[in-house]
């Protein structure tokens, strides 16, 4: 057989590319809606974490140690077969709870470290200038937090995309298991799984593209300013 | 003096390439053989239990994989020298995946019987299910679904997939499929569970007046999903595997679960690489 014969049984007979679309659909779904929740969710934690109330920070701690080091798959089974079993909680958002509370322990480490890594003179020298703590924070301390945060985040967030891929567990059928049922069907495992990591690479890099853009948007702007 | 010597090197070294294959008629072995994963017993217990007949097998030991493609793959790059399962599914790749033959196994061969697992407090069910089947099978209609599900299938056609008839304020029975063993259990190109599963079950289902959802699950997370409650059956699982080999016993059926009457029996049988030397190699050569 073949390699446009195989390519056309992996990705064009009986619309599988529009199967292909689906899953790729169910993944990119699950991973920004885990995302929007964990990055609300680890911003509140890192609030907690950085408090200096004994309790605040201990219950932040342990969350963040507990998240950080199970294993996705693990808190997956857990919650879908196990706690929120009898819930009535459809699949897909026990899959977003899942990764949003996964990703919710690293975003508030990554923003915990950068809130240490931020210029602590310029804050000072705001509120001697007369700013508000609250407006120290947001113009001064959040920008730089929001800089050094970026390529960190944007590394969580294409960590975040692979590990949805095992969401096929609990009966999803994202682009893993799409890739997987074409790979059975047309028995041509190889080939059909190269195509799904070239889309899960571009997916990536679509990610990191947007971080790109957003960087050269910002620096035009602050170059039409000056 | 010199010439004495080399001649009795020579001897020396023949006899030693020569006498350790013919020692006690030694099988020569040629590497792994691959199985998909069991849903209870591990890889090393199952070679635990086999490690007797094993001595005459042209294989070392079995090494399970979660996925039929995995296996596949494993056999392409040479993990593995054999891919065992049912005949149907090894037919199947041989007829899609170029350099793959298939051949019976090397020793003497047994059946793998295809069973629906149910938790075992559904034992009304299953017994509903298991006298479906029976009748299915005395009135020819397996017959029918297998030559048209099965082996017309592995010939190449592809036919629909059969939709269950809607019964209104029936039950409905939670059937779990794998989408991982063609060409009985497998996920059309437009992600809908096709073929024989889809045409036994509907019809299962036409004779019951259930209706059916059908839910796609891992291979390895199908007892688990029974187990929980998220489906109500799951369409297959082996039964009386290595039944033929004295000694070979062993439970594989999860605690808590029942099975219903056997809808298929299929040779276990071997996938090769053509271009493998396991290939021509026969117990009676």
Known sequence: MSLSDKLYKILIKGDSWKTILNGLLVTVQISAMALVLGTILGALICLLRTRKNLLARGISSVYIAIMRGTPVLMLLLLLYYGVLARAGIKKEMVAVITFGLNVSAHVAELLRSALEAADKGQAEAARTLGFSAWKTFRLITLPQVFRIAKPVYQSTIVNLIQWTSVVGYITITDLTRVINNTASRTMQPLLTIIIGMLIYLALSYIVFGLFALSDKIRMRKRGAAV | ?285
């Open chain 2, 1 to 285: 003096m010199k010439r004495l010597v080399l001649y009795a090197l020579a001897l020396v070294m023949a006899l030693s390439l020569c006498l350790p294959a013919c020692a006690a008629g030694e099988v020569t072995k040629y590497g792994n053989i691959g199985r998909l994963s069991k849903l209870r017993i591990t890889e090393d217990e199952l070679n635990d239990v086999l490690k007797d007949i094993m001595v005459n097998s042209i294989c070392d030991r079995y090494v399970f994989y979660d996925h039929i493609t995995d296996m596949v793959m494993a056999l392409a790059t040479g993990e593995i020298v054999v891919l065992e399962t049912d005949q149907n599914t090894v037919r199947y790749i041989a007829s899609r995946y170029d350099g793959i033959a298939h051949r019976e196994p090397y020793l003497n061969p047994n059946n793998l019987l295809f069973c629906m697992l149910l938790r075992d407090d559904d034992v009304e069910l299953c017994d509903r299910i298991s006298a479906a089947i029976v009748e299915m099978k005395g009135d020819g209609t397996l017959e029918d679904l297998r030559q048209r599900y099965i082996e017309d299938v592995i010939e190449g056609d592809d036919p629909d997939a059969v939709v269950p008839e809607d019964f209104p304020g029936a039950e409905t029975i939670r059937v779990a499929v794998t989408g991982d063993r063609p060409p009985m259990d497998y996920i059309s190109a437009g992600d809908e569970p096709l073929g024989f599963n889809t045409a036994l079950i509907a019809e299962i289902a036409r004779r019951l007046e259930v209706n059916v959802e059908f839910i796609s699950v891992n291979c390895e997370a199908r007892g688990t999903t029974l187990s929980t409650g998220i489906c109500d059956v799951v369409f297959w699982m082996e039964v009386g595997d290595f039944e033929n080999w004295e000694g070979a016993d062993f439970e594989d059926q999860p605690d808590n679960t029942i099975v219903t009457e056997s809808y298929m029996s299929v040779p276990l049988w071997w996938a090769v690489l053509e271009d493998s030397p396991v290939v021509n190699v026969y117990r009676d050569q």
